[in-house]
């Protein structure tokens, strides 16, 4: 449904009037929520001194980048003070291996489940599909033991494989949801010219995937940087994801309390996400929806 | 032997991923299940003793507190962004000229971690310098909203930071439920001379009734998971009043080294999901499957 024309009977100018009425309110949501980032950006601006004595949602008379210079790669946690900085880079050592790797195993699972269909797969989909919705709580425990036992508890290489495994649920549900729709036939006359499995998937599925890469990439990369539970839970001082870091900055005690300088850390906490949002929103917004009308 | 493996080759490939699902979810779960059933604080001890852990539980007055904010939170939160995310999309819809970039503004929070969220809101209601020391300083000197280090308040302030960050997600998906409704039967009402008003409300809103239930599904999932929101807005406090049964189970595990409590916090808040959840699933497999 595209349109509802207001009914013809009113007059010019009631129509006029809910018209602008209409766009007022939207302008004003949009306020709403543009409001705390615009906060963000000006405080990160500011002065210490100017944020004592300005208002809250006052430009700032002096800009200042220093807030940002601290944030990025001198702001204390605790009893380290290199900044977000180290952190930043913990979090790009995860997330790039962690989305490729799960898109790489989503694209292969359903390459299987929605072309290969043998007795049971539509079951394995099920249980893989039932360990999305699952509160991550339950598996906390025994996952802290048994990274310990593996060897990789507090490293990097753990997040990894933590955020692989849980991930490979959601990776696969939207590749098997979109090789559904390609008909098997395709598959079919491929084997009768002596096409493998893997020769299959290369050659034919692979290029016919780029759509679904892009929304599962994006997906995942927002999910993974952003994520705080498995980053506080199995990380420790030195490989600690950004979130976590930026939490220990905005809640450290020692010292004043600089507020230009979390803000501009939290701002830079975001960008990434939010850069990747600006540019390929189209496929971030089909991602939410994919991943939440999930089935 | 070639053969063989051509014909098993798929199966050979799914199969990592799903002993892996089966070990570290079902396997994981089951583990979690069985110590919640012990004595364990410190190390986890595998003697099944009962429910004492669940008795324990419930009778923590901490416990109660967490499960009364998931209440008040998350049916404030379900309810509120899922008005205003119906209330956005109805107006978006009325062939607004710069929809797109509105869209995108409505939606961006959604990109956000809850912990920059958090930091943001926590930031702007500070009694201190935020919005209370903005309206005093326009003049009304007697104005308060101290709402975050208000104990009886504090959980508001989550409800006001989660709505800010999920309603724009709320309105994609109603927006894109109002443009699925058939065309024909809207104009053929704008024949009948309908109003606008109850067109809406006779004919759309009713046939969206499973992107309602969708969209409840994934605000419930939301509430009952929030963790990092908490955490970064109010760290669980003014002394443990915004506490969820995440952050209760967060501390029982990490910090107070009680992983009975921890278990069993983790076994009732899955309870709730699959309560609200596993009905969902079933009845979406099932369509699908007939």
């Known amino acids: 449904m595209t349109d509802i024309p207001f009914q013809p009977r009113r007059s010019n100018t009631s129509r006029l009037f809910l018209r602008v009425l209409l766009y007022v309110l939207i302008a004003l949501f949009a306020l709403y929520y543009l409001m705390p980032l615009f906060v963000m950006l000006t405080t990160s601006l500011k002065s210490l001194e100017e944020i004592r004595t300005g208002s809250l949602i006052a430009l700032p008379r002096d800009i200042t980048f220093e807030p940002w210079q601290k944030a990025w790669s001198g702001a204390c946690s605790g009893v380290t003070c290199e900044g977000l900085r180290p952190y930043f880079w913990n979090s790009v050592l995860l997330a790039v291996p962690a989305v490729l790797i799960s898109t790489l195993l989503g694209a292969i699972n359903g390459y299987v489940i929605a072309q290969w269909r043998f007795k049971g797969a539509n079951l394995i989909f099920s249980a893989m599909l039932f360990g999305c919705f699952i509160p991550f709580q339950v598996v906390l425990l025994p996952m802290a033991r048994v990274l310990g036992i593996m060897d990789i508890a507090g490293t990097i290489s753990g997040l990894i494989f933590v955020h692989v495994v849980y991930g490979i649920g959601f990776t696969t549900l939207f590749f098997r949801n979109y090789y559904v729709t390609i008909p098997q036939e395709l598959v079919k006359a491929a084997k009768v010219d002596g096409a493998g499995f893997f020769r299959i998937f290369w050659a034919i599925f692979l290029p016919l995937s780029l759509p679904i890469i892009v929304v599962t990439v994006i997906w995942q990369f927002t999910q993974i940087w952003n994520d705080f539970l498995f980053g506080v839970s199995f990380s420790q001082a030195g490989t600690q994801p950004i979130t976590v870091a930026l939490n220990n900055i905005v809640n450290s005690t020692t010292g004043v309390k600089e507020y230009n300088v979390d803000m501009a850390a939290a701002i830079i906490a975001a960008l990434p996400t939010l850069l990747v949002y600006v540019v390929a929103g189209k496929y971030f917004i089909r991602g939410l929806t994919a991943g939440s009308v999930k089935g | 032997m070639t053969v063989w493996l051509e014909r098993h080759l798929p199966k050979m490939v799914l199969a990592p991923s799903f002993i892996a699902i089966l070990i570290f979810v079902y396997g994981f779960i089951a583990w979690t299940a069985w110590v919640s059933l012990t004595r364990s604080r410190l190390l986890p001890r595998y003697d ?36 205003l995310g119906l209330l956005l999309a109805i107006l978006l819809d009325q062939k607004i000229r710069t929809e797109g970039a509105i869209r995108t503004i409505y939606l961006y929070p959604m990109a956000l971690s809850m912990i920059v969220t958090g930091t943001a809101w926590k930031w702007m209601l500070n009694p201190g310098l935020g919005v209370e020391a903005m309206v005093r300083r326009w003049g009304f000197e007697d104005f308060t909203f101290d709402w975050l280090v208000n104990p009886d308040m504090a959980i508001y302030t989550v409800v006001i930071a989660g709505v800010w960050q999920s309603s724009g997600f709320v309105m994609a998906l109603f927006l894109a439920g109002l443009r699925s409704v058939d065309e024909e039967i809207i104009k053929a009402a704008q024949v009948d001379g309908i109003p606008t008003f109850r067109i809406y409300t006779a004919i759309i809103i009713p046939s969206m009734a499973p992107i309602f239930l969708s969209a409840f599904i994934v605000l419930s999932h939301l ?57 969902y699933l079933y009845s979406e497999l099932r369509a699908k499957n007939d």
């Open chain 2, 223 to 279: 509430a009952i998971k929030s963790f990092d929101l908490v955490i970064a807005l109010t760290g669980g406090g003014p002394g443990n009043a915004t506490d969820l049964p995440a952050t209760y189970m967060y501390a029982m595990a990490f910090s107070r080294g009680d992983i009975g409590q921890a278990a069993s916090s983790a076994m009732v808040m899955m309870a709730v999901v699959f309560a609200i959840v596993v009905p």
């Open chain 2, 48 to 83: 099944i003793e009962g429910l004492i852990q669940y008795e324990r539980l419930f009778a923590a007055p901490r416990w109660d507190t967490a499960m009364n904010n998931l209440f008040i939170f998350g049916t404030l939160f379900i309810l509120i962004s899922m008005a």
